[in-house]
């Protein structure tokens, strides 16, 4: 966990692209809001692997949003509910039910198309959200806090030597923690 | 490109998925054993043993070895165990969210059997099922009942809700509180002084000297006075006979009613304590009734169970939608084969009983009949001592209405040693016998309606007796050799009406009537004694007040003919004509000396 939060904070500060990182916190979102077996999380691990996204940065937001799904699933339920039930929807639900693969990944399930849904919804947000965040503590809170006393205490900590290995020591140079 | 693509990234992806099917395929079968020992465990709140599961993928087929359920109530026993389960799961549904098994087979089902080491027991329901007693209980004590079922005489002759007592008791107010009136009337009416005074007073205006029209003009006023209160009197004995006539009609509807209570209450008492049904019906009830209840006893057992479990796999059930918020839910669309969200298309079950080994085949078992619009199956057979077939289906509809219906057969099975009643007036038990039978029956939700007709050949029986009524019952049933017994189940499943009617009625018939009958007309008798005599005592009552207004109805009409002859005498008229005689007589004088004068 430690290495995970270790290369999450490497990333941010280093020169990985603000792009990659918001890109997986956008991506572990739809994935995290779902239960993890099912299809499209499938199909999104896949697209994670492939394309130049910032793993750690993915692998925490899954774990993070994991947990916020917990909290958030009587709305989740709520809203595929409302979709699968919805009289105006049943035609189009009703086609799309007669393809294995709706079936297939579980998208008449209440909890898995509204977990979707709302992944869908709001990872476009959450995306730049996440970039502008990244941009601000990169320009503004990283050299904010460099001037505290703790922050060089943890310097001298376990953590900041796991931290220098995976940044090869290069962060000093770069302002970094 | 290869700024956006990291194509180790499909190796990776690759090795991924490798992993997750290498972990599933080598602890699947560990995982899926503790869920079900788990799930089992927190369901039937007892320890779960199961010995393995094996998985075969092509196709998937799951088996499940060795399963034993403790039985909470008695740890050293089973609830239920099998060497082998095996289901076959179609993949692809499956993967669609629904568990659709082409075949299940159960091998060696076994209820009660004896464990190596008693289980252990995680939780007992606070609410025991067999709070009251069950039905079977009820029938067995009714038998010592028998024998009781006539009341004492003395206690019940005593019952002040007797209506022989009531109308007595009845009678006695109403003479106390007609008395009071009559009484009160009775002061008023005018005494016989008061009427000697009256016709002394009508006689001294006949007395009264008469010499003008003025002497006759004072004694009319007097005599209207007179008369104004003859007539006020006369209206208070009018008063007073209708009283005595309201009186007298009161009281003779009620001696009526008081001289047919007693066969009222005979009527009741024989209502009350059934005695007019202590026959050998009774009989029947209580030998038969008991095995019958029994078996409705375990049919109300399997549909509780059922029903609940069908109402929450329905998903109407509050505890089923409270679930169903949290977790989400599957909403099925039409398609053009539809399948149910569970289906055991064909199961095979053999079961191990003490009577023999049996099959139990089903086919499309669900909770979904109408989407493939078919019923469940269920048949259930052995030959292995005479033949037993059993053939029933059933089926749920959308709206949430359950019928079931069935036949069965049963020919030339062997029975031994059964016990048929235990109870502190009789122990009976079938020791050998040839049974035949068959029946039918239908479940309309909880309404059963069931016609079961068996027969007993080559019977031989054992059995111990304490009362004469059961030791004479008990020497009928040995001596028969054929016994036969309908039993009709209908209503409410929880509250069934049972008829029973059995070949041991006829045979009862003759000997135990007869000494019903001596006992019943030796108690009928007393308790009309007893009804009787309560009955002389207010109609004893009842003749002294009778006499009394009878003796007040004469005196009434004797005052009030005196007083009408007193209103209607004519002694204004008498003393009228004294007058007019008068002065005729001196009239004619007076001429007379006239005349005397004249002719001299």
Same mark, same amino acid.
């Given at each position: ?177 | ?64 070895? #060795?399963?034993?359920?403790? =039985?909470?109530?008695?740890?050293? %026993?089973?609830? /239920? *165990?099998?060497? @082998?389960?095996? &289901? $076959? ?7 669609? #969210?629904?568990?659709?098994? =082409?075949?299940?087979?159960?091998? %060696?089902?076994? /209820? *009660?059997?004896? @464990?190596?080491? &008693? $289980? ?12 009251g007693d069950?039905?079977?209980e009820q029938g067995k004590a009714l038998l010592p009942e028998v024998d009781m079922q006539l009341p004492d005489v003395k206690s019940l002759l005593n019952d002040s809700n007797l209506l022989t007592v009531k109308a007595g008791e009845q009678l006695k107010a109403s003479y106390k509180t007609e008395q009071v009136k009559i009484k ?62 309201d009186s007298k009609s009161l009281l003779a509807k009620q001696v009526n009613e008081i001289t047919n209570a007693p066969t009222k209450d005979w009527q009741q008492i024989e209502k009350t304590y059934q005695l007019e049904s202590i026959d050998t019906e009774d009989f029947?009830h209580i ?136 109870s502190k007036a009789l ?38 007796a304490k009362s004469k009524m059961t030791k004479l019952l ?34 009862l018939?003759?000997a135990f009537k007869q000494q019903v009958a001596g006992k019943l007309n030796d108690f009928k008798r007393k308790v009309n004694e007893g009804l009787n005599e309560k009955l002389a005592n207010a109609l004893k009552l009842g003749d002294s007040q009778t006499a009394e207004l009878l ?50």
């Open positions: 966990m430690l290495t995970l939060l270790a290369k999450l904070l490497h990333a941010l500060n280093s020169d990985s692209s603000i792009r990659q990182i918001a890109l997986a916190i956008a991506l572990g979102f739809i994935v995290g809001l779902s239960p993890i077996f099912t299809l499209h999380n499938i199909v999104i691990i896949f697209f994670v692997l492939l394309i130049r996204v910032h793993l750690g940065s993915f692998i925490l937001a899954v774990g993070f949003f994991s947990g916020l799904s917990y909290l958030l699933s009587p709305a989740i339920v709520q809203l595929g509910e409302s979709l699968l039930t919805t009289p105006n929807l049943t035609v189009f639900f009703t086609s799309l039910y007669q393809l294995s693969l709706f079936k297939l990944a579980h998208w008449h399930h209440t909890y898995v198309l509204g977990a979707f849904v709302l992944g869908a919804l709001l990872c476009a947000p959450i995306y730049f959200i996440s970039k502008f965040i990244i941009e601000k503590y990169r320009v503004h809170i990283m050299t904010f806090f460099e001037k505290f006393r703790i922050v060089q205490a943890l310097k001298a900590s376990k953590f900041y030597r796991l931290y220098t290995s995976f940044s090869g020591g290069s962060s000093l140079t770069k302002g970094g923690l | 490109m290869a700024r956006f693509i990291r194509w180790q990234g499909i190796i990776a992806f690759i090795v991924l998925s490798a992993l997750v099917v290498a972990f599933l395929y080598f602890f699947a079968e560990t995982l899926v054993k503790k869920a079900i020992i788990s799930s089992a465990e927190s369901a039937f709140g007892a320890e779960v043993n199961l010995a393995e599961v094996k998985f075969g993928y092509s196709p998937l087929q799951v088996s499940v070895i #060795g399963l034993q359920v403790t =039985d909470k109530e008695t740890p050293t %026993q089973n609830l /239920f *165990s099998f060497d @082998r389960a095996t &289901a $076959g799961i179609d993949v692809w549904q499956y993967l669609f #969210g629904k568990i659709i098994i =082409d075949e299940l087979e159960v091998s %060696q089902l076994a /209820f *009660s059997s004896v @464990r190596s080491q &008693a $289980g252990e027991v995680y939780l007992n329901d606070t609410v025991n099922e067999h709070g069950s039905l079977a009160a009337l009775k002061g008023q009416l005018p005494n016989k002084a008061k009427l000697k005074s009256y016709q002394d007073k009508v006689k001294n205006l006949g007395k009264m000297k008469v010499n003008s029209l003025a002497d006759i003009e004072k004694i009319k006023t007097e005599f209207e006075l007179i008369k104004a209160e003859f007539k006020a009197d006369q209206a208070l004995v009018k008063k007073a006979k209708k009283q005595v006539l029947a030998l038969f009734g008991e095995q019958a209840r029994e078996y409705v006893q375990k049919a109300k057992w399997a549909y509780e169970k059922v029903s609940p479990l069908m109402e929450n796999m329905k998903g109407d059930s509050s505890e089923a939608k409270e679930k169903a918020h949290e977790n989400g839910r599957f909403v099925y669309f039409k398609e053009d084969t539809p399948l149910p969200s569970i289906l055991v298309k064909k199961a095979l079950f053999s079961i191990q009983l003490e009577q023999g080994e049996l099959m139990v085949t089903g086919s499309e078992l669900t909770h979904q009949h109408w989407i493939r619009g078919q019923d469940s199956l269920i048949n259930i057979s052995s030959t292995s001592n005479g033949e037993l077939s059993l053939n029933s289906n059933f089926k749920l509809s959308k709206s949430g209405d359950f019928n079931a219906e069935g036949e069965w057969l049963v020919s030339d099975r062997s029975l031994a040693n059964i016990q048929l009643t235990k122990t009976l038990s079938l020791t050998a016998a040839k049974l035949n039978g068959k029946g039918s029956f239908s479940l309309m939700n909880s309404e059963i309606e069931a016609s079961n007709g068996v027969s007993l050949k080559q019977a031989s029986y054992q059995g111990q008990l020497d009928t049933i040995k001596s028969l050799d054929k016994l036969t017994v309908d039993v009709a189940v209908s209503g409410e499943l929880s509250q069934p009406k049972f008829s029973i009617a059995s070949s041991l009625n006829e045979a018939t003759g003796d007040l109805e004469a005196l009434l009409t004797d005052t009030d003919k005196a007083l009408d002859d007193l209103k209607n005498s004519d002694i204004v008229k008498q003393q009228q004509k004294k007058l007019e005689d008068k002065l005729k007589n001196k009239a004619k004088d007076k001429l007379k000396d006239k005349l005397g004068d004249l002719f001299g």
